[in-house]
């Protein structure tokens, strides 16, 4: 057993930087897929709120479909499906093709994924903050602008946290399928690894331990995040 | 995407004549690792919220081990990484459990879900009233028999609404099942997409039988939770 | 909100900034599915090397122009050609009927027929309940499913060849079917593949032999360029050399 851990420690440093560079992709997909979700998810739940019939029917099928259809399902569909539509509309309208990488198709398809559930977060968290605050904003002369900004937007993302936070933690976890459709994130790597060096499942639990260590900094940093600005969620945690 | 359909209605269906495939498969995944998950649950929930640190402990480590990684790794590593043990290939009992691609893969599912299940009713059974635990030990009620007539019925049924949560989420956890080459819906849809080169449709089709699986549980939950936690109802 | 607009700008700028103009072909997108040693697969650097990635290099290097290896299932290669994610395939695909109905091919790359590896002296005479493991998407499967399984086999898709191997090696499977050559090379010459031994060579006209790169449906611009690019590997002699680095005493071009 402990030729093993030692045999396993020696390949590691051979396959170090490979194993750094998957986590870094890991990384950059997550935090890039949580950026373009926030947008999203603040699109969708204004979309939702929104007094036009239009947009609340699109919104609510966007949330409803995306929810019920599973996240592997849908990146497939999106993966082909998005460079499909991009080299049609490039071929129609004469541009060059436009290339989209894996890293980029991730992102747009997890961006997207989690969109829906963002949006459902920032509904509650909108519908959480009360009238009279953009009531007193509006009577106070603010444009609906800075109304939004300075004050809805301020308050609501204390109520959203907690929701984000765990959107967040499935979205890390989530990363992991992309190696299903050929990125090289940390989880295809550590079997690309694990493989060629005969000590697969060494790697596969290098890869959990990595996930778990970034899970934990994640849960360190929302909690650090709820006690500075969730004052809603302490007072009801007593 | 007729010629799709009239092909490949029967795997996607229940069977291809070989094994029990798609529709079938999904939904014995998803219930079998379920169940698994509840009962393993059930006890380790009880240990979670117990004073004694030396037995809470084990059951959030286990807890935070299953919950901080992937299920795709955890699958990986029940699937190829434990057999790739000659220890494990030598034993059996072993050999002959872990041969089995179902049986890894249910064994995945059921660690995950029981996981995540174990913190849904320690979080129910911390919430519970404590004047009713109260009211119990005053009338009588102690140890086992507390738990089963009393808190475990109670945080059965505040948990619902996360429960349900969790049940779509198995659901959706089941298309990784491929990868250790069990045929679910998802396989079948790919082979579709690889002998019709058909992808928006091989796959929309797989997409539209998860939405209608999921509607349906959802509309399930809801006569669940009405019926079973009408007492926490505020509006009545 | 200027935030937020600095961000769809990066993110807008990081999607045009990897526009290629393909039309005239300074970039050739090849796809290959990096799990099929020696064809395709990655060293212990996470390079990817093979057979056919130095055709691929060879061929862009005599047609002057920068190759881009795109790596995918194997099954994903179609539907990403169609996608126009990449522009052609050079994955040990088949030229087969059902194949040319959706994409066209070039003229041939190599040809190799198909056989299965078992355990030394496994006798696969009874086939009943035997389990037998392949590539998904590949012609192996038609094979399986319709020759195999009709015969009692239980046949057993992986998304990757490799992974055919581990369940082979670990016991799950008793037999794997697949390319002979690359079973050979791939398999049997590596310490994992000590005990196996290869079968007879399959004929079947569900699994063709000849191989070649696949291109969209009346690319015949790519198809002229490629076939070109073929031509020249024969007449300076850069396929025969890779063909005795590779495949030592091996004839893989049957010249159809």
Same mark, same amino acid.
């Given at each position: %057993?402990?030729?093993?851990?030692?045999?396993?420690?020696?390949?590691? *440093?051979?396959?170090?930087?490979?194993?750094?560079?998957?986590?870094?992709?890991?990384?950059?997909?997550?935090?890039?897929?949580?950026?373009?979700?926030?947008?999203?998810?603040?699109?969708?739940?204004?979309?939702?709120?929104?007094?036009?019939?239009?947009?609340? $029917?699109? @919104?609510?099928?966007?949330?409803?479909?995306?929810?019920?259809?599973?996240?592997?399902?849908? &990146?497939?569909?999106?993966?082909?499906?998005?460079?499909?539509?991009?080299?049609?509309?490039?071929?129609?309208?004469?541009?060059?093709?436009?290339?989209?990488?894996?890293?980029?198709?991730?992102?747009?398809?997890?961006?997207?994924?989690?969109?829906?559930?963002?949006?459902?977060?920032?509904?509650?968290?909108?519908?959480?903050?009360?009238?009279?605050?953009?009531?007193?904003?509006?009577?106070?002369?603010?444009?609906?602008?800075?109304?939004?900004?300075?004050?809805?937007?301020?308050?609501? &993302?204390? =109520?959203?946290?907690?929701?984000?936070?765990?959107?967040?933690?499935?979205?890390?976890?989530?990363?992991?399928?992309?190696?299903?459709?050929?990125?090289?994130?940390?989880?295809?790597?550590?079997?690309?690894?694990?493989?060629?060096? #005969?000590?697969?499942?060494?790697?596969?639990?290098?890869?959990?331990?990595?996930?778990?260590?970034?899970?934990?900094?994640?849960?360190?940093?929302?909690?650090?995040?709820?006690?500075?600005?969730?004052?809603?969620?302490?007072?009801?945690?007593? | 995407?007729?010629?799709?359909?009239?092909?490949?209605?029967?795997?996607?269906?229940?069977?291809?004549?070989?094994?029990?495939?798609?529709?079938?498969?999904?939904?014995?995944?998803?219930?079998?690792?379920?169940?698994?998950?509840?009962?393993?649950?059930?006890?380790?929930?009880? @240990?979670?919220?117990?004073?004694?640190?030396?037995?809470?402990?084990? $059951?959030?480590?286990?807890?935070?081990?299953?919950?901080?990684?992937?299920?795709?790794?955890?699958?990986?590593?029940?699937?190829?990484?434990?057999?790739?043990?000659?220890?494990?290939?030598?034993?059996?009992?072993?050999?002959?459990?872990?041969?089995?691609?179902?049986?890894?893969?249910?064994?995945?599912?059921?660690?995950?879900?029981?996981?995540?299940?174990?913190?849904?009713?320690?979080?129910?059974?911390?919430?519970?009233?404590?004047?009713?635990? *109260?009211?119990?030990?005053?009338?009588?009620?102690?140890?086992?028999?507390?738990?089963?007539?009393?808190?475990?019925?109670?945080?059965?049924?505040?948990?619902?609404?996360?429960?349900?949560?969790?049940?779509?989420?198995?659901?959706?956890?089941?298309?990784?099942?491929?990868?250790?080459?069990?045929?679910?819906?998802?396989?079948?849809?790919?082979? @579709?997409?690889?002998?019709?080169?058909?992808?928006?449709?091989?796959?929309?089709?797989?997409?539209? &039988?998860?939405?209608?699986?999921?509607? @349906?549980?959802?509309?399930?939950?809801?006569?669940?939770?009405?019926?079973?936690?009408?007492?926490?109802?505020?509006?009545? | %909100?200027?935030?937020?607009?600095?961000?769809?700008?990066?993110?807008?700028?990081?999607?045009?900034?990897?526009?290629?103009?393909?039309?005239?072909?300074?970039?050739?997108?090849?796809?290959?599915?990096?799990?099929?040693?020696?064809?395709?697969?990655?060293?212990?650097?996470?390079?990817?090397?093979?057979?056919?990635?130095?055709?691929?290099?060879?061929?862009?290097?005599?047609?002057?122009?920068?190759?881009?290896?795109?790596?995918?299932?194997?099954?994903?290669?179609?539907?990403?050609?169609?996608?126009?994610?990449?522009?052609?395939?050079?994955?040990?695909?088949?030229?087969?009927?059902?194949?040319?109905?959706?994409?066209?091919?070039?003229?041939?790359?190599?040809?190799?027929?198909?056989?299965?590896?078992?355990?030394?002296?496994?006798?696969?005479?009874?086939?009943?309940?035997?389990?037998?493991?392949?590539?998904?998407?590949?012609? #192996?499967?038609?094979?399986?499913?319709?020759?195999?399984?009709?015969?009692?086999?239980?046949?057993?898709?992986?998304?990757?060849?490799?992974?055919?191997?581990?369940?082979?090696?670990?016991?799950?499977?008793?037999?794997?079917?697949?390319?002979?050559?690359?079973?050979?090379?791939?398999?049997?010459?590596?310490?994992?593949?000590?005990?196996?031994?290869?079968?007879?060579?399959?004929?079947?006209?569900? &699994?063709?032999?000849?191989?070649?790169?696949?291109?969209?449906?009346?690319?015949?611009?790519?198809?002229?360029?490629?076939?070109?690019?073929?031509?020249?590997?024969?007449?300076?002699?850069?396929?025969?050399?890779?063909?005795?680095?590779?495949?030592?005493?091996?004839?893989? =071009?049957?010249?159809?």
């Amino acid at each position: %057993m402990l030729e093993n851990v030692a045999r396993f420690v020696a390949t590691l *440093e051979g396959f170090a930087p490979l194993l750094l560079q998957g986590v870094w992709v890991t990384l950059k997909l997550a935090l890039l897929s949580l950026l373009l979700g926030l947008i999203f998810g603040l699109l969708g739940a204004g979309a939702k709120l929104s007094r036009v019939r239009a947009w609340r $029917v699109s @919104a609510q099928v966007y949330t409803t479909l995306i929810r019920g259809v599973p996240d592997l399902v849908l &990146m497939l569909l999106i993966f082909y499906g998005v460079q499909t539509a991009v080299s049609r509309l490039t071929a129609v309208m004469g541009w060059a093709y436009l290339e989209i990488d894996p890293l980029t198709a991730g992102v747009l398809t997890l961006g997207f994924i989690y969109g829906a559930y963002f949006t459902e977060t920032f509904r509650g968290a909108l519908l959480a903050v009360p009238r009279g605050q953009a009531q007193a904003a509006k009577a106070l002369g603010m444009k609906p602008s800075q109304s939004f900004i300075y004050i809805t937007f301020a308050q609501m &993302m204390r =109520f959203a946290l907690p929701g984000l936070g765990n959107n967040w933690m499935v979205l890390l976890k989530a990363t992991a399928l992309v190696s299903i459709i050929g990125l090289a994130d940390l989880v295809k790597v550590a079997q690309v690894a694990g493989k060629s060096s #005969q000590q697969l499942l060494s790697f596969l639990l290098l890869a959990g331990l990595i996930y778990l260590l970034l899970s934990s900094a994640s849960n360190a940093v929302l909690r650090w995040l709820e006690r500075r600005y969730g004052g809603a969620k302490q007072e009801a945690q007593r | 995407m007729i010629e799709l359909i009239l092909e490949y209605w029967r795997p996607f269906l229940y069977s291809d004549g070989q094994q029990i495939t798609g529709l079938a498969m999904t939904l014995w995944l998803t219930s079998a690792s379920l169940c698994l998950g509840l009962l393993v649950a059930l006890p380790l929930s009880i @240990a979670r919220v117990s004073t004694r640190s030396w037995v809470r402990w084990p $059951v959030q480590g286990f807890t935070y081990l299953f919950r901080g990684t992937p299920l795709y790794v955890q699958l990986l590593v029940c699937y190829t990484g434990i057999y790739s043990l000659a220890a494990v290939r030598e034993q059996p009992l072993l050999d002959a459990f872990f041969r089995d691609a179902l049986n890894c893969t249910l064994l995945a599912f059921a660690l995950n879900t029981g996981a995540y299940t174990t913190e849904i009713l320690a979080g129910a059974i911390r919430s519970m009233p404590r004047g009713e635990v *109260e009211a119990a030990r005053a009338l009588g009620f102690d140890g086992w028999k507390l738990y089963t007539y009393l808190i475990m019925p109670s945080a059965l049924r505040r948990s619902l609404p996360y429960y349900s949560n969790e049940v779509i989420f198995m659901l959706h956890s089941t298309t990784l099942a491929f990868t250790a080459t069990v045929p679910d819906v998802l396989k079948v849809a790919r082979d @579709a997409n690889a002998a019709t080169f058909l992808t928006f449709e091989s796959f929309g089709i797989a997409a539209a &039988m998860y939405l209608c699986i999921t509607f @349906a549980l959802v509309g399930l939950f809801h006569l669940a939770e009405k019926r079973w936690l009408r007492f926490l109802d505020p509006s009545r | %909100m200027k935030k937020l607009v600095l961000m769809l700008s990066v993110l807008a700028s990081v999607v045009v900034s990897n526009w290629v103009s393909a039309n005239n072909y300074e970039v050739i997108r090849f796809g290959a599915d990096p799990n099929y040693a020696p064809f395709a697969y990655k060293d212990n650097t996470g390079t990817l090397v093979g057979f056919e990635i130095d055709i691929g290099n060879a061929i862009c290097a005599h047609l002057k122009v920068r190759c881009q290896w795109v790596e995918s299932d194997f099954d994903g290669l179609v539907p990403s050609l169609r996608a126009g994610k990449i522009d052609a395939i050079l994955a040990s695909v088949t030229v087969t009927e059902a194949r040319r109905k959706i994409i066209d091919f070039t003229s041939e790359v190599f040809s190799s027929p198909s056989a299965m590896v078992f355990k030394a002296g496994t006798d696969l005479g009874d086939a009943k309940g035997k389990s037998v493991g392949y590539l998904q998407g590949s012609t #192996q499967e038609a094979y399986a499913k319709r020759v195999l399984a009709i015969q009692g086999m239980k046949v057993v898709a992986y998304a990757d060849q490799e992974q055919v191997y581990a369940d082979l090696v670990a016991g799950r499977l008793n037999a794997s079917l697949q390319d002979a050559q690359q079973a050979q090379s791939g398999f049997l010459r590596s310490p994992q593949g000590a005990g196996f031994e290869l079968g007879k060579v399959i004929e079947s006209e569900l &699994m063709p032999s000849m191989s070649a790169i696949g291109i969209a449906k009346g690319n015949q611009a790519l198809k002229t360029l490629l076939d070109q690019g073929l031509a020249a590997l024969h007449a300076d002699g850069t396929y025969a050399r890779l063909q005795e680095q590779y495949f030592p005493g091996v004839d893989m =071009f049957s010249g159809n």
